[in-house]
């Protein structure tokens, strides 16, 4: 019955239900101008006895996380350094992103299936909101995830540009969003949401400001101005017979 549960599931979300066996870590900076990096660790076990249920998942998470997968077609403007080291007993994939604009990732990640293919950003003047969401599993196949693998933990982690003004993350770390997040709870619709701010939220403040204060000096000039002159017509008046 789990097998029929996890049969169900995308590919690509297959690696995060091996409970405690996996450890996936997800990090993304950008900046105001959709420049940054991306970086996916995954830490899964080396199972090698074809009788052991990991084996064929382990054998799906292979596929989905070869270099191959993870580099194929990268287009302009993406780059990435991939490394796969094994020590342990333990298998662990890193693909470390770089990227001009974060949409040339989003675009390549979609089309490519990758994990980084949920993601939505949409940068606007003076900010920027990124979203994230999952698939929705049925109510039986999340019966048969909270039976299995209770404790399997996600880690999403997210750095924008200048400061973060919301989000539903776990916790932040200064600008940066983290997620902690179980599978059982990912896969029950739960989405991940920011938003960042780099231009000031009173910049309209700011500049009303500048400008009652830029009035009332011209206002105490030109009172000065007229007074002086006033006081030089008073002056003329007083003494009608004096000549330039």
Request: charged share 20%; glycine share 10%; proline share 4%.
């Amino acid at each position: 019955m789990a097998g029929r549960a996890l049969n169900a599931i995308p590919v690509c979300a297959l690696i995060l239900l091996l409970g405690g066996c996996v450890r996936y870590e997800e990090t993304i900076a950008v900046d105001r101008n959709g420049k940054g990096t991306a970086e996916i660790v995954l830490s899964r076990p080396a199972v090698d006895e074809p009788s052991d249920p990991l084996h064929k998942l382990n054998g799906i998470v292979e596929s989905r996380f070869s270099e191959q997968a993870m580099t194929n077609a990268l287009p302009a403007g993406l780059a990435c350094e991939y490394q796969r080291t094994a020590s342990g007993g333990a298998i662990v994939v890193r693909a470390a992103y770089r990227f001009d604009d974060i949409a040339t990732l989003i675009g390549w990640a979609a089309k490519a299936d990758s994990p980084l293919g949920t993601i939505s950003i949409l940068r606007k003047d003076g900010g920027l909101e990124y979203s994230r969401a999952f698939g929705l599993l049925r109510k039986d196949e999340m019966g048969e995830l909270r039976r299995y693998f209770p404790e399997c933990q996600l880690l999403f982690k997210l750095a924008g540009p200048g400061t973060l003004d919301e989000s539903n993350a776990t916790h932040c770390d200064g600008s940066t969003a983290v997620w902690e997040l179980k599978a059982s709870d990912l896969f029950a619709g739960k989405s991940l949401t920011a938003r960042y701010c780099y231009g000031s939220r009173w910049s309209w403040v700011y500049y009303f400001l500048a400008g009652l204060l830029v009035g009332a000096v011209a206002r105490v000039v030109y009172r000065r101005l007229t007074r002086g002159q006033h006081q030089l017509q008073v002056a003329a008046s007083d003494n009608p017979q004096r000549k330039g």
